[in-house]
């Protein structure tokens, strides 16, 4: 890293590093850990650039009381994973942001998960004043793609959902088709099931975290038109209003 990059890696560092200190006072625990290792781990980059040998030492005390802090929290859910009592909740409010499934998802992903449980009656298709729309497909879709870039190893995605019914069921039957023909390339299995009777929603994650989103994974407002900020990166897209509750259990399930 040059000295030109110092800067904006500093800048970076402490944006990162405010944002773990702001969720570690609202308890969002495991997030706040990821925040804090990407943060130090900027603050540790700039600090083999730095020739000041004052502001080096500076930072080396900030790294080291943010180190305590995440051991700290990291010894905190070990406890509360093994008494089984982990619980986090975050709220989505209406119009907000920030909460793309990467951002969402990513501090629950692990290099151990390789298997996944996705449970929502809509992953299906709707009609709109005579139009087809495939927004639940589309957000299931980008569910996949979110998964295959993270750093996990996920080969097996299990979806149960509800069956469209009339003209609807065909096209739901062939776009999941599609979607599944796709995964196989890239050597992930898509097995899916069909209840007329499920209506909670839930993602499972073999590596034992279990994340509840009250409006499943259709969380997302439309966009205002098809060149508005937001319509590309989700992160800035629009939320509706729902609540995300994250639990651990042990006990994962088996295929």
């Known amino acids: 890293m040059t000295q030109n990059n110092v800067p904006g890696m500093e800048a970076s560092a402490v944006?990162?590093?405010?944002?773990?200190?702001?969720?570690?006072?609202?308890?969002?625990?495991?997030?706040?850990?990821?925040?804090?290792?990407?943060?130090?781990?900027?603050?540790?980059?700039?600090?083999?650039?730095?020739?000041?040998?004052?502001?080096?030492?500076?930072?080396?005390?900030?790294i080291r009381g943010y180190m305590e802090r995440a051991e700290q929290i990291k010894a905190h859910l070990v406890r509360e994973k093994e008494e089984g009592k982990y619980h986090e909740q975050i709220k989505i409010t209406g119009d907000g942001t920030g909460f793309s499934y990467e951002t969402l998802f990513k501090p629950y992903i692990s290099e151990t998960l390789t298997e996944v449980w996705v449970e929502d009656p809509?992953?299906?298709?709707?009609?709109?004043?005579?139009?087809?729309?495939?927004?639940?497909?589309?957000?299931?879709?980008?569910?996949?793609?979110?998964?295959?870039?993270?750093?996990?190893?996920?080969?097996?995605?299990?979806?149960?959902?509800?069956?469209?019914?009339?003209?609807?069921?065909?096209?739901?039957?062939?776009?999941?088709?599609?979607?599944?023909?796709?995964?196989?390339?890239?050597?992930?299995?898509?097995?899916?099931?069909?209840?007329?009777?499920?209506?909670?929603?839930?993602?499972?994650f073999n590596n034992g975290w279990i994340i509840k989103i009250g409006r499943g994974l259709d969380y997302f407002k439309?966009?205002?038109?098809?060149?508005?900020?937001?319509?590309?990166?989700?992160?800035?897209?629009?939320?509706q209003e729902t609540t995300v509750d994250v639990f651990h259990t042990k006990h994962t399930r088996s295929s």
């Open 15 to 62: 944006s990162i590093l405010k944002r773990a200190v702001e969720l570690d006072n609202i308890a969002r625990f495991q997030e706040s850990i990821v925040c804090y290792q990407e943060g130090i781990q900027l603050l540790l980059d700039v600090m083999k650039a730095l020739k000041d040998e004052s502001k080096k030492a500076h930072y080396r005390e900030k």
């Open 122 to 204: 809509y992953i299906r298709y709707t009609h709109q004043r005579c139009m087809l729309v495939l927004f639940q497909l589309y957000n299931f879709l980008r569910f996949c793609e979110m998964l295959q870039k993270a750093s996990c190893q996920v080969k097996n995605i299990h979806l149960l959902t509800t069956q469209d019914d009339g003209e609807n069921s065909s096209q739901q039957l062939s776009a999941l088709a599609e979607i599944r023909q796709s995964l196989q390339t890239f050597g992930v299995t898509l097995d899916i099931e069909y209840s007329s009777t499920i209506h909670d929603r839930e993602i499972r």
């Open 222 to 239: 439309k966009p205002k038109g098809r060149f508005t900020i937001g319509y590309c990166d989700f992160d800035l897209r629009q939320c």
